[in-house]
């Protein structure tokens, strides 16, 4: 226990695990609120998808200038001011549904916003926790930690928007969001940080973005796990787009079920967060991930024509296990392998993969599901997983990487240098 809960030692760390974790437990109950609203309204899998779409693909859009931000100034004062942005969207969110003066352009709107701040939330947020731990050999742990509670949230928030969807309405699920963005502002106002040392020179725009994209061209180790991670996002990690559907067409259920649902996968996500969090140093990362994927495939190919709702969720309970492992494995082979002055660059390169292909994988998935129906679209998913996997054994194999590794740094710190 005391390895698995490691990083608590750092006193800025347990602020920013605690504020956090309020604060995402409201994230998740808005998240929820959103797409149930929108499915209410259109009875879409495609308005579904266009939902995520609009409060993600931003971020692909807008995270390299984030992450340009992240590496130039203050991540602390960064994350400060994302937070309060997002509180204020939250604000308005509940204000437009509890005075039922919303249309669905209207939330969508608001959710490109959110899209927008997060473009330069993530890449600030990520590496700050490289700050707060003072020992180095516990980021691993932090990093899975920090997954860990965005899974708890994950768990609780969709159970209690479920109740709360189902008494108050929606309105009161945006409200209790806007609420809870106070704990993490707070959690940051009470950190004690080392003086930030602005950099002395700063090049062009353009020029940084250069240097991030040859940093990456030249460190295998993290450009395979990225395109890895972008393949998934596209085609599989969508999923999620069509639990709505499950809830009430495939399971007769409401508001409640898709919350359980949510919660589920949330429970799984949990184990995953704590069995990574447990793991020892040393441990072959790349065979983990590998691993995980194919239990995400083989969990979605189950789940998609299981029709009793209690076995239903066990293989909820797998998918979210797979889900969540191979992002925060993805995660942490990035952060640590990433260079400390490339780190904000190389987030927003992960920022891209992720919510880049994320919401355009979940404009394909609603519209391949009106042809094809939820359940058949969810089991090719689960297929894909698997394929992806078998295509990407090679290349994230340890002595694969540390070949194409070797003296490629070397040139690119050259490069960077001139």
Not at 189 to 197: R, V, W
Not at 238 to 259: C, M, Q, R, S, W
Not at 332 to 344: K, W, Y
């Amino acid at each position: 226990m005391g390895n698995t809960f490691r990083a608590f030692k750092n006193k800025n760390y347990s602020l920013y695990f605690t504020g956090q974790s309020v604060s995402l437990v409201g994230t998740w109950m808005q998240r929820t609120g959103v797409v149930w609203v929108i499915y209410s309204i259109t009875h879409s899998t495609f308005m579904l998808g266009l939902s995520v779409f609009a409060s993600q693909f931003p971020s692909f859009i807008f995270s390299l200038y984030g992450g340009i931000l992240s590496d130039r100034y203050n991540r602390f004062k960064i994350l400060l001011i994302t937070q309060i942005a997002s509180m204020v969207q939250a604000v308005l969110l509940a204000v437009l549904v509890l005075t039922n003066h919303y249309q669905v352009w209207q939330v969508l709107l608001l959710s490109t916003i959110l899209g927008i701040i997060n473009a330069f939330d993530v890449p600030a947020r990520q590496p700050l926790i490289h700050e707060l731990v003072s020992n180095k050999e516990d980021i691993p742990n932090a990093l899975a930690l920090n997954f860990s509670m965005v899974n708890v949230a994950r768990l609780v928030g969709p159970a209690l928007s479920g109740i709360v969807l189902g008494k108050f309405g929606a309105g009161i699920c945006f409200l209790l969001n806007a609420i809870s963005f106070m704990a993490v502002i707070l959690s940051l106002l009470l950190m004690k940080l080392p003086a930030f040392t602005p950099k002395k020179t700063k090049k062009k725009l353009a020029l940084e973005l250069a240097e991030g994209f040859i940093y990456l061209k030249r460190t295998p180790s993290i450009s395979i796990t990225l395109i890895f991670l972008m393949l998934l996002s596209l085609l599989v990690l969508p999923y999620d787009t069509l639990l709505p559907v499950f809830a009430k067409e495939i399971f007769k259920g409401d508001a409640a079920t898709f919350g359980y649902i949510s919660s589920f996968i949330g429970l799984g996500a949990i184990g995953g967060s704590f069995f990574l969090a447990s793991i020892k140093s040393g441990n072959n990362l790349k065979t983990l991930l590998l691993g995980n994927c194919i239990l995400l495939g083989v969990s979605l190919i189950f789940f998609s024509h299981t029709n009793f709702f209690s076995l239903a969720m066990f293989f909820a309970i797998l998918t979210g296990f797979g889900a969540m492992s191979q992002n925060t494995i993805c995660l942490t082979i990035i952060q640590v392998h990433a260079d400390a002055r490339m780190r904000g660059r190389v987030m927003s390169y992960l920022a891209m993969a992720y919510f880049g292909m994320l919401p355009l994988g979940s404009l394909i998935v609603g519209s391949v599901s009106q042809k094809i129906g939820a359940q058949n679209t969810l089991l090719g998913q689960g297929v894909i997983a698997l394929i992806i996997t078998a295509f990407f054994i090679k290349y994230l194999r340890s002595d694969y990487l540390q070949k194409k590794d070797m003296g490629r740094v070397i040139k690119s710190e050259e490069m960077i240098g001139e």
